[in-house]
C-alpha cells in the first residue's frame, strides 16, 4: 500500500514562507497527479495546486496563485508546495494527494484515492 508523508508544516509569521514536501513510499503505478489541498476549522477542503506526473503541467488555486507554487522530483518520488507571502487565512491543515485517473480534472477532491495524513500550516498575524 502506498503511503504518502507530508512534512514541512509549521508556525510562520505573515509574510513568512514554508514549503511543504509529499513523498510517496513507493509508485508501482503511473500517477496522472499530484495535488495539495487545505482544510481551515469551519471550512470546506479546497484545492490549492496539482501537478502532471507526466509533461509537469501544474495547476493552481485562485486563492494563492502567485504565491504557491508546486514542483515534482520524479526520481525522488517526491512533490513540493512552496508557500511565500504567507496570510493568517492560509492557516490550514494541508494534504496532498495522488490521482490515477488519467485525463480527470484535478481540482476535485474526488478524484484522487491516495492520501497523506496533513501537515498543519498555521499563519500568525
Known amino acids: 500500500q502506498v503511503q504518502l508523508a507530508e512534512s514541512g508544516g509549521g508556525v510562520v509569521q505573515d509574510g513568512g514562507s514554508l514549503r511543504l514536501s509529499c513523498e510517496a513510499s513507493e509508485l508501482t503505478f503511473t500517477p496522472y497527479a499530484m495535488g495539495w489541498f487545505r482544510r481551515a476549522p469551519g471550512k470546506e477542503r479546497e484545492f490549492v495546486s496539482a501537478v502532471l506526473w507526466n509533461g509537469g503541467n501544474t495547476f493552481i488555486g485562485d486563492s494563492v496563485k502567485g504565491r504557491f507554487t508546486i514542483s515534482r522530483d520524479m526520481v525522488k518520488r517526491t512533490w513540493y508546495l512552496e508557500m511565500n507571502n504567507l496570510k493568517p487565512e492560509d492557516t490550514a491543515v494541508y494534504y496532498c494527494?495522488?490521482?490515477?485517473?488519467?485525463?480527470?480534472?484535478?481540482?476535485?477532491?474526488?478524484?484522487?484515492?491516495?492520501w497523506g495524513q496533513g501537515t498543519q500550516v498555521t499563519v500568525s498575524s
Open positions: 494527494a495522488i490521482n490515477r485517473r488519467q485525463m480527470s480534472s484535478v481540482i476535485y477532491a474526488s478524484t484522487y484515492d491516495l
